[in-house]
């Protein structure tokens, strides 16, 4: 049965103070492992897409890496506005569904 | 650009009643999903259609129904509403068959009392 665990369920961290985030996931056929940012009171907001292991992706703060059984989302220097629940979907061979994680309540204080 | 937009955003109703929560996609998208959000179970498929004229279930879809209308609204429906039913309900399009990220609407906070 596919599935994802994220850990942990919630971080404070003081700006400026890096960390990572990470998503254990177990699907058949690996087609693409996405990472998503949700706002309070918002749709999750798409982050990144990583598609076989030893992939990356960056964006400002933000860096996802793959590996065959588990990503992290590295944060950098973190700032208060990266402060949301940080979500890891997956979506295996031959289906249209996506399995999502309980996400990760990051709060990055000031 | 509207993206995926869901109505209404917020609803109570009290057990028994109907409603029908809509919701559109402008992106030419062919692929189209209802999930449902509760504290601590993440993100749950009710259903999906994989393209317009076709639907299927996900893992929750007790108590819905969907409709397919064409190829940019897709509907959900509680034709009973039960207080187990209280959720925030989100709508989501994706572009391609597969290994595409998912785009959603801001969801609807329902209540059922």
């Known amino acids: 049965e596919d599935q994802v665990t994220q850990s942990p369920e919630a971080l404070r961290l003081q700006e400026g103070e890096s960390s990572s985030l990470n998503c254990s996931y177990t699907v058949s056929g690996l087609r693409g492992l996405f990472w998503y940012r949700q706002d309070p009171g918002k749709g999750p907001e798409f982050l990144f897409t990583?598609?076989?292991a030893g992939e990356e992706k960056e964006k400002e703060r933000l860096k996802a890496t793959l590996t065959k059984k588990e990503s992290f989302l590295h944060i950098t220097a973190p700032k208060p506005e990266d402060s949301a629940t940080y979500l890891c979907?997956?979506?295996?061979?031959?289906?249209?569904?996506?399995?999502f994680g309980t996400g990760t309540r990051l709060k990055v204080l000031a | 650009n509207a993206g995926v937009t869901q109505t209404p955003k917020f609803q109570v109703l009290k057990t028994g009643q109907s409603m029908t929560l809509q919701c559109a996609q402008d992106m030419n998208h062919n692929s189209m999903y209802w999930y449902r959000q509760d504290p601590g179970m993440g993100l749950r498929l009710i259903y999906y259609s994989a393209s317009e004229g076709t639907t299927d279930k996900g893992e929750v879809p007790n108590g819905y129904n969907v409709s397919r209308l064409n190829k940019r609204e897709f509907s959900l429906r509680l034709e009973s509403a039960a207080p187990s039913q209280t959720s925030v309900y989100f709508c989501?399009?994706?572009?391609?068959?597969?290994?595409?990220?998912?785009?959603f609407g801001d969801g609807t906070r329902l209540s059922i009392l």
């Open positions: 989501a399009s994706t572009g391609g068959d597969f290994n595409q990220p998912q785009h």
């Open positions: 990583l598609y076989s």
């Open positions: 979907a997956v979506q295996g061979a031959g289906t249209y569904k996506y399995i």
